[in-house]
């Protein structure tokens, strides 16, 4: 049931419809204080038809609009205030969600439509950064928020695997490299390579050259050159799926750069019949200044395309191949510059969908206030990283419950959990301070304080011997009636997380669900009063499931104990 709607009905009919549903929906508000009831007209809209001052209107019509829902109707000031039937209403809103099951707050908006999601997007031979992991599990959350809202998520996975650093790698290997250490620790070792190529390079400027020609080998299709890329590229696949894993992420597509090699000419052509290249200092370029920015390169003197040139090639095939309704890139705001320009360089070619790509940006993580580096470690200080918070959640759990059943699982679940929800509760363009000791609080803002608020629900249903039910019984309690509002409020979060591509809105959406909750608790026996049981029991019981399926979308596990 939708109260807001069903009020903005009552109010268009007390004003003869001077203004519709939809536009008294825009403006009706909640109150700050719960006592000033559950919603509120404001007035001032009509004052300028009516020609009459707003709290005389709020007064006119609190006296017009009755439905049985309401409880009371007041006017305060210029504001209409209603007040829901509470008894009426918590019955009718754990019905549905006990009706709907995890499919509560999931809408059509997006009426099946793709969202392509360009997310993580390491690159290959490289550390797997905090960047990376950033706008993976932010990423990962959005595709779950467009789903929610009827879209076809599609998740890209856009590697960064091409370009010359691949050539000066394939002539680094060949002079130094030693095949099973690159086996045994492919990105460390790799990275070892890069690194004396350029410090050897210092002293003999012909390896650049060297480095350059065997690019220029490895694109046109040269096979030992193309063996060494694709083993390099399989290699570090295999290491970051390690972390993909640990993350319980999935891709539908590994299209990296290389993939669009064979479609570039075609957008060199194409803006070059529009008009759009000019010549600097022999490269091609889009001039930009008419925007007061500098000149997207497409092509350098010597040919080469640049990771512009591919984001151009990708954006048209995405949509050719995807018809998206959005485009969403999840990376973060360092690259800010890159997709203006690149969104700017479509709108001039023509493309007015390019209005659908949207930037997806995220602050840095930091470490004692410093950006924090997986360079030095390369990728195994992440997947340490993620490993310790699960050894550390195994500690606490052999501590606090050593007979639990499962506990590797439940330390992997609420170890991940901790990290993944410790990154999406802040507002993702904020920098996010990195604390283990933090995101294992089990009593702060945290995911083990999530999952073990919903641990804590089952626990209660299976002392109860709760079977699950499909319709409500009247709750009596008072107590129960701020989870009852957030409960109604899950489909409006949902939608405002897709409208700002926000996660946070979630994470923070779950937090007051598992206050409430837990205040709840606190002041009511839910199992000693044989009449009220099973109504207080379902009342858990949806409570635990909206929580779970706020943790579902974020990326987190639920367990059942802990
Ligand atoms: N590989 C890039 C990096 O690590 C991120 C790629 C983002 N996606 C894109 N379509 N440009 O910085």
């Known amino acids: 049931m939708d109260y807001k709607h069903l009020f903005a009905e009552q109010l268009a009919t007390s004003i003869e419809h001077v203004l519709a549903v939809e536009e008294i929906e825009k403006v009706i508000e909640k109150p700050r204080k719960q006592n000033l009831g559950d919603f509120a007209f404001p007035c001032f809209v009509l004052a300028k038809h ?43 809103i754990l019905d549905e969600v006990l009706r709907h099951g995890d499919q509560f707050g999931t809408n059509k908006d997006g009426s099946g439509g793709a969202v392509t999601i360009d997310l993580s997007s390491p690159n290959i031979a490289k550390a797997f950064s905090m960047g990376h992991l950033r706008s993976t ?62 410090e050897e390079a210092k002293d003999d400027p012909s390896l650049e050259v060297e480095g350059r020609e065997a690019f220029k080998r490895l694109e046109n299709g040269d096979a030992d050159n193309h063996a060494l890329w694709e083993w390099f590229r399989e290699e570090s696949l295999h290491e970051f799926a390690r972390i993909y894993d640990l993350l319980g992420v999935k891709f539908d597509y590994f299209t990296g750069e290389a993939f669009y090699t064979d479609k570039m000419d075609a957008v060199v052509d194409m803006l070059e019949a529009k008009g759009l290249l000019i010549e600097s200092d022999g490269a091609k370029v889009v001039s930009l200044e008419e925007n007061n920015l500098p000149p997207c390169l497409i092509q350098k003197s010597d040919g080469a395309t ?72 390369h990728v195994v200080l992440l997947e340490e990283v993620l490993k310790n918070a699960i050894e550390r959640t195994q500690a606490i759990i052999e501590e606090k419950n050593p007979t639990l059943k499962e506990k590797q699982k439940v330390s992997h679940d609420v170890g991940i959990g901790a990290v993944i929800f410790h990154d999406l509760k802040h507002f993702r363009t904020n920098d996010v301070e990195f604390s283990m000791e933090q995101m294992l609080n089990f009593e702060g803002e945290t995911g083990p304080y999530l999952q073990y608020t919903h641990a804590r629900c089952h626990s209660l249903l299976r002392k109860g011997g709760y079977t699950p039910q499909t319709e409500a019984l009247e709750v009596i309690d008072e107590e129960a009636w701020p989870i009852l509002t957030l409960l109604k409020d899950f489909d409006q979060v949902v939608k405002l997380a897709w409208r700002e591509y926000d996660p946070s809105k979630i994470a923070r959406y779950a937090l007051d669900l598992a206050r409430s909750l837990n205040q709840y608790y606190a002041h009511v026996h839910i199992l000693s009063d044989e009449q009220n049981k099973t109504a207080r029991m379902n009342l858990i019981y949806a409570t635990a499931m909206v929580l779970k399926e706020a943790l579902r979308i974020l990326g987190l596990q639920a367990p059942q104990e802990m």
């Open 50 to 92: 009516w020609k009459k001052a707003p709290q005389m209107i709020a007064t006119e019509l609190a006296s017009k609009i009755e439905h049985s829902l309401f409880q009371k109707v007041e006017a305060v000031g210029p504001y209409v205030n209603i007040f829901l039937h509470k008894k009426l209403a918590s019955k009718q």
């Open 137 to 198: 599990v932010i990423g990962n959350a959005i595709a779950h928020i467009a789903e929610k809202n009827g879209y076809r998520p599609v998740r890209i996975n856009h590697l960064g695997d091409w370009g010359t650093q691949f050539g000066k790698l394939i002539v680094a290997y060949r002079k130094w490299g030693n095949e099973e250490e690159v086996r045994n620790n492919p990105i460390s070792e790799l990275m070892k390579l890069y690194l004396r190529f350029h």
């Open 306 to 377: 640049l990771y512009a040139t591919r984001d151009l090639a990708t954006a048209i095939y995405r949509k050719n191949e995807y018809d998206f309704a959005k485009s969403l890139y999840v990376v973060g705001s360092e690259q800010s510059l890159h997709f203006t320009q690149l969104k700017l360089v479509l709108q001039k070619a023509g493309f007015d969908w390019s209005q659908d790509m949207e930037h997806v940006t995220f602050g840095m993580m930091l470490r004692d206030g410093k950006k924090m580096s997986t360079r030095k470690g």
